[in-house]
């Protein structure tokens, strides 16, 4: 499985960006999918995961009622809308894949087998 980030940018405080990412594969429709960050000098941390049919969803508190995650099963695409960005939500943000029967809590990241590059998310003040 290979995963693509995308919508990554420079945005004022208060404002919204839109990341996709675009995965290969006909699998995709089975994994588990998640969003995490990592800003620099701190660890890799959980933002956002939504189960293969997208029924259910966990958010970091740190976005909760800001950012939605979403997926599109016929365009092997996941997404994460982020509202009223703020300058801590500055970060590379991640996308990554696991499959359904692993195991491990949505947001523990051992779980997810599968990552992207990366896109940056800059926040300015």
């Known amino acids: 499985v290979q995963l693509v980030e995308s919508g990554g940018g420079l945005v004022q405080a208060g404002g919204s960006l839109r990341l996709s990412c675009a995965t290969s594969?006909?699998?995709?429709?089975?994994?588990?999918m998640g969003w995490f960050r990592q800003a620099p000098g701190k660890e890799r941390e959980f933002v956002a995961a939504?189960?293969?049919?997208?029924?259910?969803?966990l958010y970091a508190d740190s976005v909760k009622g800001r950012f939605t995650i979403s997926r599109d099963n016929a365009k092997n695409t996941l997404y994460l809308q982020m509202n009223s960005l703020q300058p801590e939500d500055t970060a590379v943000y991640y996308c990554?894949?696991?499959?359904?029967?692993?195991?491990?809590?949505?947001?523990?990241?051992?779980?997810?087998?599968?990552w992207g590059q990366g896109t940056q998310v800059t926040v300015s003040s």
């Open positions: 939504i189960s293969w049919i997208g029924v259910i969803t």
């Open positions: 594969g006909r699998t995709f429709s089975t994994y588990v």
């Open positions: 990554a894949a696991s499959p359904s029967g692993a195991s491990g809590s949505y947001d523990y990241p051992d779980r997810y087998d599968y």
